[in-house]
Every structure is written in structure tokens, then in C-alpha cells.
């Protein structure tokens, strides 16, 4: 299928797992790709292995103002589409010990990066009058036993920021979407920082259903990305196995 064909589309976290997976399907699909990742040696990866005249790479941290310069830079004015994929735990830190440091970088991470890049794309799809975004929250954007204080939080507000999106410009064409994935396999580390957060969460994580692959979220992102969910926008589509449903 060509759904993406002569369409322009910017993955973050690109070099691995959900944004690996996300930008060589979109490739497979038709699509000019924007990659990003703060990996240079996950982008070379990647151009080694998928490359073509339709992948362009940026190194750079999504938190970073000169990495969002780059990436508008990449696509000469034109962006039909989003993945905001990039994301990091915190150590599963509850409310009581989060420290600082990690609560500012999560935040910056997967809340501020996202938000500042939906904003600089916003302008180019509201002049086009059609865009579409998916920024990737979680299931601890759901629920408050899936992670520590800064994460669950930050996949919180991912949520209510993008239904701000749809809210104010799908007037403007430009639909707004989240998946939440559940338990994915890739290479993001998860230690538990925290003893009293092994005892207090590690019950609750019984309940996981299963592990997903990072193509399994791949395929939901895109169908959100493309026209065949046209009329969809605001909705947070759970890629979890069913756990949410629990």
C-alpha cells in the first residue's frame, strides 16, 4: 500500500523501537521521511539498512531548539505528518522521592519536546489546511500504576495537550491523535529505582497481558497518521493487549 505516497512525515526517537519501527513502515508506505533520534549511530542503522532517496536523518535531542530548527530545515517548508515518538522513564521514582533532576528531564522529554514540535508543524499544516498528528503517550497516560511520578505525568498531560490540538485546530484540518502502548519490546531500560516502588507496583504489573512488538505500534500509529482514520481526531487508541480493559 502506498498511503503516504508524495507525503511528508517527521518520526522522533527514530533510531529504535516504536520509532524505528513507525519510520521504516511510513518508508515502506510511500512516505519522504524526517528521522530524529539524539543516536547518530541509531540513524546510521537505519540508512544502512532502509535508506533512500526518501529518508533524511537529524541527530539531535527533541528537547533542543536547534534539533527542531533542523527538522523544519529537512522539510523545506512542507509536513503533511508527526510521529512524536521520542520518549524516557524515570525509574518507576514515586511521588515521595522523585528528585529534580529526573522530573525536569522526563518533562522536558516527553511532554516540552513534543509540544514544541507540534507547535513549529502547526503553522505548516494550518497554511495547507490538512495535517495530521500522533503523538505516542502510554498506559501509564491512563492509569497511575504502570510508572513513577514523573512519567505518569507527563503521559498524562501528553494527552490533554494533543485533544487541545483537535479542539482547537481540526477546524483548521489538522486531526490529533494518542496511542497509549502497553508493554512494548524495545531497548528502553526500566529499572526500579525505588524498593517501595518494586513492592507497591510490582503486583500491579501482574495484570499485563502481554508484550507487544514495536510493529504492532507501528501499524497503529500509521493508521492514525493516514486518511483511513479521517474522521478521527482527539481519540486516544490503547495499543496495550487489552490492558487498559482490566
Known sequence: MNRFEGRTVIVTGAGSGIGRATAVRLLTEGADVVATDVSAARL??????????????????????????????AVGGKVDALANVAGIMDGFLPPSEVDDQTWDRVLSVNLTGPMRLCRAVLPLMIA????????????????????????TTSKHALIGYTRSISVFHA???????????GAVATNIEAPFRSAYAG???GPLMGIIPGVATSEHLAAAICWLLSDDSMNVTGAVLASDGGWSAI
Open 44 to 73: 546510521d542503522e537505519l540508512t544502512t539498512a532502509h535508506g533512500s532517496d526518501r529518508l533524511v536523518t537529524v541527530t539531535g535531542d527533541v528537547t533542543a531548539a536547534s534539533t527542531i530548527d533542523a527538522l523544519l530545515t
Open 128 to 151: 495547507k489546511g490538512v495535517g495530521s498528528i500522533v503523538n505516542v503517550s502510554s498506559e501509564a497516560g491512563l492509569r497511575a500504576g504502570a510508572a513513577g511520578a514523573a512519567y
Open 171 to 181: 477546524p483548521q484540518g489538522v486531526r490529533a491523535n494518542v496511542v497509549a502502548p
Open 199 to 201: 513492592e507497591r507496583l
